[in-house]
């Protein structure tokens, strides 16, 4: 199987930086995208961003829009979200996920990493 690991999650102040990474435990060959999605307290699970290898296309939540980018390096088959302009209410756990075998909705998912905005 494959599973997908966080990292760089951590406890920051508002208007810091954090770089979140994914990695996955081997190389597939019907990995058809990855993104990022983050349920803080008392919330439910939110999309975040994600990016798709066959359209070329990255996607934002607006709330995310001009602070955070996903990139992908192929090379490692990693991804990577860049967090800037952090703020509280971007605090939550932040979870990996791909999209490996089907299309159109992710399937696999990653444990997750905290990330705490302070003000």
């Known amino acids: 199987q494959v599973q997908l690991v966080e990292s760089g999650g951590g406890l920051v102040q508002a208007e810091g930086s954090l770089r979140l990474s994914c990695a996955t435990s081997?190389?597939?060959?019907?990995?058809?995208?990855m993104g990022w999605f983050r349920q803080a307290p008392e919330k439910e699970r939110e999309f975040v961003a994600a990016?798709?290898?066959?359209?070329?296309?990255?996607l934002y939540t607006d709330s995310v829009k001009g602070r955070f980018t996903i990139s992908r390096d192929n090379a490692k088959d990693t991804v990577y979200l860049q967090m800037n302009n952090l703020r509280p209410e971007d605090t939550a756990v932040y979870y990996c996920?791909?999209?490996?075998?089907?299309?159109?909705?992710?399937?696999?998912w990653g444990q997750g990493t905290q990330v705490t905005v302070s003000s």
């Open positions: 081997q190389r597939t060959f019907n990995n058809n995208g």
């Open positions: 990016i798709w290898w066959s359209a070329g296309k990255i």
């Open positions: 996920a791909a999209a490996i075998g089907k299309i159109g909705s992710f399937n696999y």
